[in-house]
């Protein structure tokens, strides 16, 4: 039975071949393979590679170590990925990108409580509003304290997240989140009463805070998410180094000693700073466009705030909103965050209805509750529609429009509330209600409605398990009697065999018979009916009712194109009947590049003793008989 535990087992067997996780610099995965960039290639094993249990055969190529699993790949990848191998993202989009999918990943394993505990604030949210008297109680202070504590103190689950990645000291990077947390939380220096206050509250109140001399900008670190992930990546370099020198009976004490000493000193000097400076400089660019056109102010207000939060540069705009606050009980940059925050919940909203990833389902519902009602948007964020990208930017579409509607009118929200659905009401007492309503319903409907009719690349389930094999079932684990009989061309070309395609792993058929086609034109249609198992932009994997299943490859090594001009038109999961448009690809692209456009399709699944032959010959039309089975 494959399990999560084999994808381990065959990932633990295969790095241990090719030099363990220190001799690789990346891997990365394509419909079939893993593709290693080693270090130093002599310490790689190839024999032992080609006889792990789970691997078909190794291929070199490109300056790179191919490593061909099959329709598993996804899954030892991933395993792979766990063990701390630094990945390169195989649809990676650039700079941005990868830097989405870092912090992204990075939240990934603490989601789940995110979600739980931002329920929690939201029912709280309700019935404080219901009853303002439990509100005060002590039985909603504590169940306040249980779902709150995690968000104040999220430097420390980042912490231990981010080391995993880096691959630094965990319990050292716990450490320095602490020390970050620690300066806004427990008194440790004298304030100008001679009583003992914090880092924070000292700088807060005109102290002048050094270190060795040299001025600190002391910032909240409280809920901090870009100074701690830079932190611990300065930490991991800095161990790295202090690696190489350290004596071997001093390192485990000097090493931990040395990196405190440096990387928190550090972070409060130049990362903190450099996130407040970022973070004053949006302040000021605001506030100038707010004194042209409030129109204008609350459009970047709604379409930023959020990446605001994701930076941590919002602090920057805080101080501005207390002091309005101070001076006249309210501010006007209050007013658009609401369109903001509860555009990401409809974003969310249209992720639980749309996609098939069951993980993603369960994590959407909750999100979406607790962003849209008591305005906790880190499990939506980070959870969700960051995670997917688009949604995201389409929230943020629906925040600017929503943002600028809010600040036309002059609302703004009495008092500093976390803006949602529930507090939205204290927005009732200035400017005009009405466009505040309109305005954050138009930023939901505007994110629910892109995210609807634009969609975005669904996250594909991960392979079920196998179920038993049945007495007397055919080899090969199909597990009903063959119905598939043919498998179509997905495009439209001429026919050549398989031995005759120029890449050794195909050629050799060591993934299945079948053959290639030369297309003539750029559409993908499905060879059989069944369901879509594998979606990467070159490549489809189907899987038929009786256990058939097909790889199409469109292009040799196109991998390497990173997704530039394919687009796929199904998603995994999909279910799709024979003669149905997978996706299209730009061919001239393909040949422009250097690729070869020659579409593979081979039977990576069959019973056992049934015979695949091909079927089509010279030139074949799309949908035409390419493979028969039996």
Not at 296 to 313: D, E, H, N, P, S
Request: charge should be negative; glycine fraction near 12%; proline fraction near 5%.
């Amino acid at each position: 039975m494959a399990t999560a535990s084999k994808y381990q087992t065959i990932a633990d067997d295969v790095l241990r071949a090719v030099g363990g996780v220190e001799n690789v610099v990346s891997v990365t995965h394509c419909a079939t393979r893993l593709r290693f960039r080693l270090r130093d290639r002599e310490r790689a094993d190839k024999a032992a590679v080609e006889a792990t249990r789970g691997v078909i055969t190794v291929v070199e190529a490109g300056g790179q170590f191919q490593v061909v699993i099959g329709n598993t790949v996804n899954s030892v990848f991933e395993a792979v990925a766990a063990s701390g191998v630094a990945t390169e993202a195989a649809s990676s989009g650039g700079f941005l990108a990868r830097a989405i999918d870092l912090v992204t990943s990075i939240f990934t394993p603490f989601l789940w409580v995110l979600a739980g505990t931002g329920l929690i604030k939201a029912f709280l949210a309700v019935g404080a509003r219901i009853s303002p008297e439990w509100g005060e109680s002590s039985t909603y202070a504590i169940w306040f304290t249980a779902a709150d504590a995690i968000f104040q103190f999220l430097p420390i689950l980042l912490a231990m997240t981010a080391a995993k990645r880096f691959k630094a000291n965990l319990y050292t990077s716990v450490a320095i989140a602490c020390a970050l947390i620690y300066s806004a939380t427990l008194p440790v220096i004298p304030g100008t009463d001679g009583a003992e206050v914090t880092l924070d509250a000292f700088a807060a109140g005109g102290g002048e805070l050094t270190f060795l001399g040299v001025p600190v900008v002391m910032i909240s670190y409280l809920s901090a998410v870009i100074p701690t992930i830079l932190a611990v990546y300065a930490q991991s370099h800095l161990e790295r180094l202090l690696a190489r020198f350290a004596p071997d009976a001093l390192r485990n004490f000097v090493t931990p000693m040395i990196t405190l000493a440096v990387i928190v000193p550090v972070t409060f000097l130049a990362i903190g700073p450099v996130s407040d400076i970022v973070g004053r400089g949006l302040s000021s660019g605001i506030n100038t466009m707010w004194d042209l056109s409030p129109a204008v102010g609350g459009a970047l207000m709604g379409a930023l705030w959020q990446v605001f939060v994701i930076f941590g540069v919002h602090w920057g705009l805080t101080p501005v909103m207390l002091q309005d606050m101070v001076t006249q009980g309210y501010s006007l940059l209050t007013g658009p965050l609401f369109p903001a925050v509860l555009a990401q919940a409809g974003a969310a909203a249209a992720v639980l209805i749309k996609t098939r990833n069951r993980d993603l389902k369960g994590v959407a519902g909750p999100a979406t509750i607790s962003a849209f009602l008591a305005g906790i948007t880190e499990p939506a964020i980070y959870g969700v529609t960051l995670r997917l990208k688009k949604p995201f930017i389409y929230a943020c579409i629906g925040g600017a429009v929503g943002g600028s509607i809010a600040a036309a009118g002059g609302s703004a929200a009495e008092g500093f509330i976390l803006p949602g659905a529930i507090t939205v009401t204290a927005t009732m007492g200035i400017g005009n209600f009405t466009m505040q309503l309109i305005g954050t319903g138009l930023a939901i409907v505007i994110a629910f409605a892109l995210t609807m009719t634009l969609g975005f690349t669904d996250i594909p389930n991960p392979p079920a398990a196998e179920a038993p094999k049945p007495s007397g079932a055919a080899g090969g684990g199909v597990a009903t009697a063959l119905r598939t009989r043919v498998v179509l061309a997905p495009v439209a070309g001429r026919v050549i065999a398989l031995d005759a395609v120029p890449d050794a792993v195909f050629s050799s058929g060591a993934l299945g018979p079948g053959a290639a086609v030369v297309p003539s034109a750029g559409r993908v249609v499905a060879p059989v009916d069944g369901e879509v198992i594998t979606v990467l932009p070159h490549a489809y994997g189907l899987q038929t009712v009786d256990g058939v299943e097909v790889l199409v490859h469109v292009g040799l090594d196109t991998v390497r194109m990173a997704g530039e001009g394919f687009a796929p038109a199904v998603t995994p999961g999909s279910q799709v009947v024979a003669g149905e448009l997978l996706g299209e690809f730009d061919l001239a692209a393909v040949v422009a590049a250097g690729y070869d456009p020659s579409t593979v399709v081979v039977v990576t699944r069959s019973p056992d003793g049934v015979a695949v032959t091909v079927a089509g010959h010279g030139s074949v039309g799309e949908a035409d008989a390419l493979l028969r089975i039996g």
